[in-house]
């Protein structure tokens, strides 16, 4: 059996050198705990979920069709989407000799935070299997033949036309978006924001003079947890200028940004610290508390600027 390195486990996997709605209450999402039982009945997995599973088999097992079953139930965030960060430990079994033949470390590290969509690389079944799985939840899954990526089966020594079994502990999932309920905020003369049903923002500056201290909204109030300057923050953001009502920067087009609030400019960390998980704030940052006469590579110098964040999580430090 093998260990992939902490630092690199969920890339590991994924990678081919493995050889060597508007809405903004919490997202429904109702769970199917099991699929295709008559080949699950046949997977036995056993052990404490804090570390890898003993995984027994009717060796050589095959199944044309996959399946998945929950074997704990978390009752943590869902996964909504393979855009969503999570962070998980996985033990993959081969169905023809019952081998574990590879695990992720199981060592308590969540701060391996990878979207869905890249596990998806390597195993694409996934993201059906873990459809609405919560965090908390270890989730059994039958691979059929061609259920693995075909260069990365190749690297775990996974015959192309062999089955196998992965279990799958959620450990940490992030939000996708903002979720919580929508706050009331009186502002003329301020930006006004509307969202995609992907929770992407959209700003309209209006043709008026900006503030000059900071103004900070809170769009929408999540009930998670509080940020503080203790560790870093995971953010969607869109960020313009107020002179051209430009979008300079925006994080929703790739994974989201981990943001320690002592390297971002003095406007963005007021905004966010205090803030909970779930919230979408609004922050018009004058250059004072922002670039003030530098110019930042877009950026002009003495810009105002408008930064819409949503709070996804709270990252854990990185393992020592």
């Known amino acids: 059996m093998r260990k992939i390195p902490a630092a690199v486990a969920a890339l590991a996997l994924v990678a081919v050198g493995l050889v060597g709605c508007a809405a903004t209450g919490p997202q429904a999402c109702e769970r199917q705990t099991e699929s295709a039982p008559a080949v699950m009945d046949l997977i036995s997995v056993s052990g404490d979920d804090s570390s890898a599973p003993k995984v027994e088999i009717p060796a050589p097992l095959r199944t044309d069709d996959g399946g998945f079953r929950d074997v704990v139930t978390g009752e943590g965030t869902p996964i909504t989407s393979p855009s969503q960060l999570v962070v998980l430990d996985v033990t993959i079994v081969d169905g023809a000799t019952g081998e574990t033949v590879i695990t992720t470390p199981y060592d308590g590290d969540l ?54 079994v992965a279990v799958v502990d959620v450990r940490k999932v992030f939000l996708s978006r903002a979720q919580g309920a929508l706050q009331f905020n009186s502002g003329n003369g301020l930006p006004a924001v509307v969202r995609a049903p992907d929770g ?22 999540g009930d998670g947890a509080v940020v503080t300057a203790d560790a870093p923050v995971r953010v969607h953001y869109t960020g313009l200028t107020w002179a051209d009502k430009s979008v300079f920067q925006s994080t929703w087009d790739a994974d989201p940004a981990s943001v320690a609030l002592d390297s971002v400019v003095p406007g963005f960390a007021q905004a966010v610290k205090g803030q909970t998980v779930g919230s979408q704030v609004m922050v018009v940052i004058p250059p004072k ?31 020592q």
Do not use: M
Request: charged fraction near 15%; hydrophobic fraction near 40%; include cysteine.
């Open 200 to 221: 992407h923002p959209g700003v309209t500056i209006p043709d008026a003079a900006p503030p000059t201290e900071t103004v900070v909204q809170t769009l929408i109030k």
């Open 111 to 164: 701060s391996r935070a990878f979207a869905l969509s890249r596990w998806s690389q390597g195993f694409p079944t996934f993201e059906a299997a873990l459809q609405c799985a919560t965090e908390g939840s270890r989730v059994a899954i039958a691979l059929a033949p061609g259920d693995i990526e075909q260069e990365t089966a190749a690297g775990l020594g996974i015959g192309e036309k062999d089955s196998a």
């Open 289 to 319: 508390d922002g670039y003030g006469d530098q110019a930042q590579g877009s950026i002009p110098a003495n810009s105002t600027l408008v930064f819409v964040i949503d709070i996804l999580g709270i990252d854990a430090p990185a393992a």
